[in-house]
């Protein structure tokens, strides 16, 4: 206690120097500069140019030569790429899988400038670490501004449940607005136990003394990433997703100096190979930052230490819709998240090494850790169950150390930009929120190594990002009078797709409804609708897996949802891509193992045959269920199958669908036989019992069929009757 103390005394002298010194407020004047850049950047009118075919871009691959080819289409290739196009280089960008395929679509969701490392910088007087926290709340205000439609203010709820932390933790978001200046989103504030708990009526009272709120950004990042690219090719860039970069071509200059002059690449869509030629190429790879550089230089060093961040999504009644919670301490030192998103609750992240992969994934122990923390925070009254994880996911930060120092043990706190010999230009690490910065430091370094002749400086502080141009907050009303969607779907719209939703609409269906007119959802607790599946594919979505994970987040916030939807989706685009039967069956093969392995189904699955393994039920449960059971099974089969499920259904006047049916059964069929035995069953209610599986239709189905044949059979009495003598 006394050492908390003794740390809330220095923290508050430190932060009132800070407040009037040079550390927390020099230069203010340069940096307001750009508060009103998205209004004045000549660059700010909407693009006319339509976007080109995929096939179009890859013959511009072919045929032209470019000032730099960016290789990689997540944040900060994307960043790269627009910032390059902006100065008037001719730009190219190649992306072995989706844009946004890796970590830029698995992140926390929130534009920040990071309160924990202003901490540091303030306990510690680390002039570095408040340069870092001072640029990411400057990119914070501009991302807020270039992509309105995409990005919001969070407020943020720190609860305190001893009373000296208040003043600790309120010198420390104070400090936070005050480094922000003007771009301060919006002031934070105390918070009394019971206005704390009105706000976030899920927290725990228990020893709960107030609550401090402070203000970050929070974004639909895959979207967020797509737009940059999709800006970037609306200004003359030539990008294009699913081109694998198979090696580098290495040439003699003038000089006899081996430089690097362009890349050998396959296209993964059909398989051709060929070669893209430029003056420089960019790294921007992530955690395939080592990968790159190999080819550049075999005995290269590796630099990159990647660390694996699982989040998992709950039902949206884990949290208020407008607030979020901060755990700044949890069991092993970590920060845990909680907050709402796309009207769910995302809580993360984990942060454990791991090695380099494509497809990573979520593990029971990381998704178990996150509910534990999650439960610490919460009401008893609300049961946090196994069964509520609707997705879990796992991104790889790419950590990395500095190859332009001689220690290249220690990890680089911030990101890195180094120049080879032969002129491959890398940028790694760093986070989200300042890919803009990291951009800009990459092709000021391509420009100076490369002797490229830009026409003018960057352009992107303040330049308005694919959709941002006409949006508004009540743009969502003209889509509903003057299209004919209902209020859900157009917000939905307007928030995604931003002045770009008119355009989306347009490829909307009729409902053959009087309300609303057009706009078929494709799943029925979502607001994605047909049209987007279609658009989806002149934003370059090439797979099933590219609309699911990317173009819409369905296999991110429900993948049961998402499976569910998968058949509608790829009939859709196999109407746009002319796919064979063959190819829709290889893309639902390949979709289906994506939502196993990375968006954390095969670990729900796992989870619940190993909970099943004891069964939790006493004798007399399990007689019930039995029971249960054995109306379904009308034949005495010793299963239950499609047919069984149907006659169910209309004996209570349910006509459903085949599919329907096979979904029904596959969400206990645990050993995808293709029907329901007994020990199944009661594995299913074991598991709903002890809180691993939260429902199922089929459980409920058989309760149905028990209760008609119970009042079936249940004797009429004299009154009923009519009888007497």
Not at 113 to 122: E, P, S
Not at 176 to 195: F, N, W
Not at 435 to 444: F, L, T
Request: proline share 4%; aromatic share 8%.
């Amino acid at each position: 206690m006394a050492a908390s103390l003794g740390r809330l005394g220095k923290l508050v002298a430190l932060g009132a120097a800070a407040g009037g010194g040079y550390f927390m407020v020099s230069r203010i004047s340069e940096e307001y500069k750009s508060v009103a850049a998205a209004e004045t950047n000549t660059f700010n009118t909407r693009p006319k140019r339509p976007l080109p075919t995929r096939e179009e871009q890859l013959k511009s691959l072919q045929t032209e030569t470019f000032d730099i080819l960016v290789i990689g289409g997540g944040a900060t290739g994307g960043g790269c790429a627009l910032d390059a196009v902006s100065r008037g280089l001719k730009t190219a960008l190649v992306e072995l899988d989706d844009f946004s395929s890796g970590t830029s679509s698995r992140s926390t969701k929130l534009i920040h400038g990071g309160v924990r490392y202003l901490q540091k910088a303030i306990m510690q007087f680390d002039l570095e670490q408040y340069r870092m926290v001072k640029e990411a709340l400057h990119e914070r205000a501009n991302l807020l501004a270039i992509a309105p439609h995409l990005s919001h203010p969070l407020p943020i709820m720190l609860p305190v449940y001893k009373w000296w932390q208040l003043p600790y933790y309120w010198v420390g978001i104070k400090a936070y607005d005050l480094v922000a200046g003007r771009k301060c989103v919006k002031p934070s504030y105390i918070l009394s136990k019971q206005k704390a708990l009105e706000y976030f009526p899920m927290l725990r009272k228990d020893k709960l003394v107030g609550a401090l709120v402070y203000y970050d950004g929070q974004h639909n990042d895959a979207r967020m990433n797509l737009a940059i690219a999709l800006t970037a090719t609306r200004f003359g860039a030539t990008i294009a997703n699913h081109v694998r970069v198979i090696d580098l071509i290495k040439e003699r200059d003038e000089e006899g100096i081996v430089r690097l002059v362009g890349a050998k690449v396959r296209d993964e869509v059909c398989g051709s190979e060929f070669n893209v030629m430029a003056k420089c190429i960019v790294n921007a790879t992530g955690p395939f930052t080592d990968s790159i550089r190999k080819m550049d230089d075999s005995n290269v060093k590796e630099i990159c230490s990647p660390s694996a961040g699982v989040h998992i999504v709950l039902p949206g009644y884990y949290s208020p819709e407008e607030m979020g919670l901060l755990d700044p301490s949890t069991s092993d030192g970590r920060v845990i998240f909680f907050l709402p998103w796309q009207k769910l609750t995302i809580a993360g992240t984990t942060d454990s090494p791991c090695a380099v992969t494509h497809s990573p994934s979520p593990s029971e122990k990381d998704i178990q850790f996150i509910l534990g923390e999650v439960k610490n925070y919460l009401s008893p009254d609300l049961e946090v169950r196994r069964g509520d994880v609707l997705s879990a996911w796992c991104g790889i930060r790419p950590l990395v150390s500095d190859p332009n120092k001689p220690d290249t043990q220690s990890l680089a706190r911030n990101h890195i930009v180094h120049v080879s010999p032969k002129g491959l230009v890398t940028i790694a690490g760093g986070k989200w929120t300042t890919y803009r910065a990291m951009a800009v430091e990459a092709i000021d370094a391509a420009v100076e190594a490369c002797n490229l002749q830009p026409q003018s400086p960057s352009q992107t502080d303040g330049l308005l990002l694919e959709g941002a141009h006409g949006w508004s907050p009540t743009l969502f009303i003209r889509l509903v009078q003057d299209v004919g969607l209902e209020s859900e779907v157009a917000k939905h719209l307007a928030s995604t797709y931003g002045d770009r939703a008119f355009s989306v609409s347009k490829m909307a269906s009729l409902t053959g409804k009087r309300w609303p007119v057009v706009g078929r959802r494709i799943h029925s607790e979502f607001p994605y609708i047909d049209a987007e599946v279609r658009y989806a594919v002149k934003e370059y979505a090439s797979t099933a897996v590219d609309v699911i994970a990317r173009r819409m987040r369905l296999a991110f916030l429900n993948v049961q949802a998402a499976e569910e939807a998968l058949p509608g989706i790829i009939d859709i685009m196999a109407e746009e891509l002319d796919w064979s039967k063959a190819e829709k069956k290889r893309q639902y093969d390949m979709a289906v193992k994506f939502l196993n392995n990375e968006m954390g189904k095969c670990v729900n699955i796992a989870t619940k045959e190993s909970t099943a393994v004891t069964l939790n039920l006493s004798r007399e449960e399990k007689q019930i269920y039995t029971k249960r059971f054995q109306t379904l099974d009308q034949e005495k089969k010793g299963y239950i199958s499609i047919n069984d499920l149907r006659r169910g259904l209309q004996h209570h006047g349910e006509d459903v669908p085949g599919d329907v049916l096979h979904d029904i059964l596959r969400e206990i069929d645990t050993n995808r036989n293709g029907q329901v035995e007994l020990d199944e069953y009661l594995a299913t209610m074991s598991a709903i019992k002890s809180g691993t599986v939260v429902n199922s239709r089929f459980a409920r189905m058989a309760e149905m069929e028990e209760e008609r044949l119970r009042l079936r059979h249940r004797p009429i009495t004299v009154e009923r009757s009519g009888g007497g003598l």
